[in-house]
């Protein structure tokens, strides 16, 4: 990524009933820790909440990372490696290839080991996914895409709900 960022947040007012920042279409300046783990693509959270009883809880969360493969287009790149996060954001030990499911310890370019490491703002992140969920009134799974920004600031960037095939 370049040092020349764009910004433009959309915002939600009319889904949510309040802020909420949404990227579209413009660059984000990723928070440097996502950087360290690959800085030339776009690192993604995803968050899996679900509503039980009115209650609504985090089910599983990830980290959707980046790759280089001189074979595939830029757009088979992002997301290609996938490594789970536990409920306080630790990352697994290990991720997995998408397009092999090969297990791996460490990112395949940059060499930055997963076991150890621990996602920046994952509780405000975790927090603000559950009360979207929240205010969105679905008795039902939403998967919410989030981005990091440089300076800890959540962007969401998608989000699905179980009928739209979200897992």
Request: charged share 25%.
């Amino acid at each position: 990524m370049g040092t020349e960022k764009y910004h433009n947040e959309y915002l939600f007012e009319e889904v949510f009933e309040r802020n909420v920042p949404f990227q579209n279409d413009d660059m984000i300046e990723q928070h440097p820790f996502l950087n360290k783990i690959y800085p030339y693509a776009l690192n993604i959270v995803q968050l899996v909440t679900y509503c039980e009883n009115n209650t609504v809880a985090l089910l599983s969360g990830s980290l959707e990372i980046g790759t280089v493969d001189s074979n595939a287009g830029f757009e088979e790149q992002i997301g290609e490696v996938s490594c789970g996060l536990d409920q306080e954001g630790n990352m697994k030990p290990y991720a997995y290839n998408l397009k092999t499911l090969q297990k791996i310890d460490k990112h395949p370019q940059t060499r930055f080991v997963f076991a150890g490491s621990k996602i920046p703002h994952f509780d405000q992140l975790k927090a603000l996914a559950i009360n979207l969920h929240i205010e969105n009134k679905v008795d039902d799974v939403i998967s919410w895409k989030f981005a990091l920004d440089s300076k800890g600031q959540a962007i969401l960037i998608t989000w699905l709900m179980e009928k739209e095939n979200l897992l």
